[in-house]
């Protein structure tokens, strides 16, 4: 029987022998297992031997794991990929059979985006009251975060559409946003910004702001638009289409010339704040301010001010994005 797994929800394994497949691997892609132990620590595989855990013969990208023979005290068995470049992969468990006449259990990873120079969890391995599960995941590994929960409540880890996986693994891997922390986008919708919204800008920008709040295991972005008046937040949600949301947005408020409020909107929000604006001189606030201005032919997305990033391009990409607010310090 096969199974396609779901990102971040456990699924149950039928004996504690698999065979763990690799699918998709690129030339210089490092692939490891962490074995982590209840006083945290580590075993790394194939770097150093783990009992349990062997190479398949004749096969490169193969693992054998016989989960009771692991380490006494281990509490968890993370596998994780660093790759040389952003490319897809997969992987899956062919779980051998507890009785001769039982069926062979395959569980495949939905698969991810692996980032360049970038740790990424691929599934985590731990012992339940019913035998072992495995954790299907998609984010930069971190080895202090225990997606099981042990010692205290589980992270709130969210499924991240595949158009976002890269830009919210390289968010993960900069730091730009702890899990848990809101994230909300201030919009300027004043007449003046109506090329932008046309040309898709807007909506790039919103995109690189999705990957921001995947990135910060939240569900949705809230957003506050700002015209001749504040408008009450919506909630833009990860599968969400940004170009969409912001044309049945602007359908309803229309477009009035603005009272240039978005930087003092954004300043009474929580979490981490983006402005999105074309107002390239206001005042700096905290969070980041992302200032669209005229496209420029060969200029790209790019670091300003402290907090700023300024966008020339009419569809920037989210990566470039996300790059580009990594490289500048968040206003205080």
Do not use: K
Not at 161 to 182: I, K, N
Not at 288 to 309: C, D, F, I, K, W
């Amino acid at each position: 029987m096969t199974v396609l797994m779901t990102v971040n929800q456990r699924e149950p394994l039928s004996g504690a022998q698999c065979r763990v497949e690799w699918q998709g691997l690129r030339p210089g892609d490092d692939v490891r297992a962490h074995l982590v132990t209840s006083s945290g620590a580590r075993l790394t595989f194939p770097g150093e031997q783990v009992p349990g855990l062997r190479q398949q013969p004749w096969s490169e990208n193969a693992w054998l794991l016989d989960a009771d023979a692991l380490p006494a005290g281990w509490q968890r068995l993370d596998l994780v990929i660093a790759a040389p470049a952003a490319h897809p992969l997969a992987l899956s468990l062919a779980v051998r059979p507890a009785s001769p006449a039982a069926a062979e259990q395959v569980l495949q990873h939905p698969g991810l985006d692996a980032v360049a120079s970038t740790e990424t969890a691929v599934l985590s391995l731990a012992r339940t009251a019913e035998g072992y599960a495995v954790l299907p995941q998609q984010v930069p590994y971190d080895p202090t975060r225990d997606p099981w929960g042990r010692g205290g409540v589980a992270p709130q880890q969210v499924e991240v559409p595949p158009p976002l996986r890269e830009a919210t693994a390289l968010a993960g891997h900069e730091g730009l946003v702890a899990s848990g922390v809101p994230v909300t986008a201030v919009l300027d919708l004043s007449a003046s910004m109506r090329p932008r919204l046309v040309a898709g800008t807007v909506a790039s920008v919103l995109t690189a702001v999705q990957a921001l709040a995947a990135a910060a295991d939240q569900a949705a972005v809230s957003v506050v638009a700002v015209s001749d008046r504040t408008h009450p937040p919506r909630q833009l949600a990860l599968a969400d289409d940004p170009e969409e949301f912001l044309r049945t947005w602007t359908r309803e408020v229309g477009l009035a010339t603005g009272a240039r409020a978005a930087v003092s909107a954004g300043a009474g929000q929580p979490g981490l704040v983006v402005i999105v604006t074309d107002q390239a001189g206001a005042a700096a606030a905290p969070g980041y301010r992302v200032v669209l201005t005229a496209p420029e032919p060969g200029r790209a997305v790019g670091a300003a001010a402290a907090g700023t990033v300024v966008v020339p391009e009419p569809r920037p990409d989210a990566v470039s994005l996300v790059r580009a607010l990594a490289h500048a310090s968040p206003a205080t």
